[in-house]
């Protein structure tokens, strides 16, 4: 197990965090406290949490192929419940994800209850 811990950046709104190397990279990202993160099985088998890993250096646990194609794997596409960081990262968020991500940082006015 790791004690070491990186910085995970999201790439679509710059926020980062701190994820240890013992945690994989979903929960470093719920730890944000974002609403709508999408978490499943959180064991690889459901797909929700994909990722595409954009820099970076992480290991990887058995993912099914059903949710990431070799292709897309060669790429960097990643369940991000299956990856721990080894290295800082960037990631981008993809499907679900993306929309809670993006989401939570429009600005207040925004709001569909500011319409004034
Ligand atoms: S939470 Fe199901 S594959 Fe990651």
């Known amino acids: ?4 811990t990186y910085t995970v950046t999201l790439n679509e709104t710059g926020e980062s965090y701190r994820c240890a190397g013992s945690r994989s ?26 990722v595409q890993v954009l820099e970076g250096q992480y290991v990887r646990r058995v993912m099914s192929r059903e949710h990431v ?3 897309e794997e060669a ?9 721990k960081p080894t290295s800082d990262l960037r990631i981008a968020v993809l499907g679900n ?12 006015n925004s709001s569909p209850l500011s319409s004034t």
Not at 1 to 4: I, K, N
Not at 75 to 82: D, F, K, T
Not at 97 to 108: L, N, Q, Y
């Open 25 to 50: 990279v979903l929960e470093g990202m719920e730890a944000l406290g974002k609403k709508g993160i999408p978490v499943g099985c959180r064991n690889g088998g459901c797909g929700v949490c994909k």
């Open 75 to 83: 790429e960097g596409y990643v369940l991000s419940c299956r990856i």
């Open 1 to 4: 197990m790791s004690l070491l």
């Open 69 to 71: 194609s070799e292709a």
């Open 97 to 108: 994800m993306k929309k809670s991500v993006c989401r939570t940082i429009e600005p207040a």
